[in-house]
C-alpha cells in the first residue's frame, strides 16, 4: 500500500509561486511514476503534470507548460510541483497520485493511489 501525503498549498497572488510536495510511505518509491492532478469546484479532477520513474520523462498539461516543473527527490520519497506565474484559473485542490505502472504520462486512469489533496487558490 502507498500513502501519499501532500502538503505546501495556500493562498497566493496572482502572479506568485508556490511548491508543492508529497511525501510517499512507501520503500519502493524509486519505482513509482507519479502525477499531480488538480480538482477545481464543479470540475472534473484533471491532469497537471507527471514524471515516469522507467525514462524519466516529465508530462505537462497544455495549460501550465512553462510555468510549472515537477521533479522528485527518491532520496526523500518526494515528489514536487513548482508553480510559477500563478493565475487565478490555476485555483483548484491539488492531488498527487502514483503508480508502478511504467507505461504512466497524464492518463489519471493509470494511477491507483491518490493522496487527500492539498488546496491552492490564486487571487487575481
Known amino acids: 500500500q502507498v500513502q501519499l501525503v501532500e502538503s505546501g498549498g495556500g493562498l497566493v497572488q496572482a502572479g506568485g509561486s508556490l511548491r508543492l510536495s508529497c511525501i510517499a510511505s512507501?520503500?519502493?518509491?524509486?519505482?513509482?511514476?507519479m502525477g499531480w492532478f488538480r480538482q477545481a469546484p464543479g470540475k472534473e479532477r484533471e491532469s497537471v503534470a507527471a514524471?515516469?520513474?522507467?525514462?524519466?520523462?516529465?508530462y505537462y498539461a497544455d495549460s501550465v507548460k512553462g510555468r510549472f516543473t515537477i521533479s522528485r527527490d527518491n532520496a526523500k520519497n518526494t515528489v514536487y510541483l513548482q508553480m510559477n506565474s500563478l493565475k487565478p484559473e490555476d485555483t483548484a485542490v491539488y492531488y498527487c497520485a502514483a503508480t508502478y505502472d511504467s507505461r504512466a504520462s497524464l492518463n489519471r486512469q493509470m494511477y491507483n493511489y491518490w493522496g487527500q489533496g492539498t488546496q491552492v487558490t490564486v487571487s487575481s
Open positions: 514524471i515516469n520513474w522507467s525514462s524519466g520523462s516529465t
Open positions: 512507501v520503500r519502493t518509491f524509486s519505482i513509482l511514476s
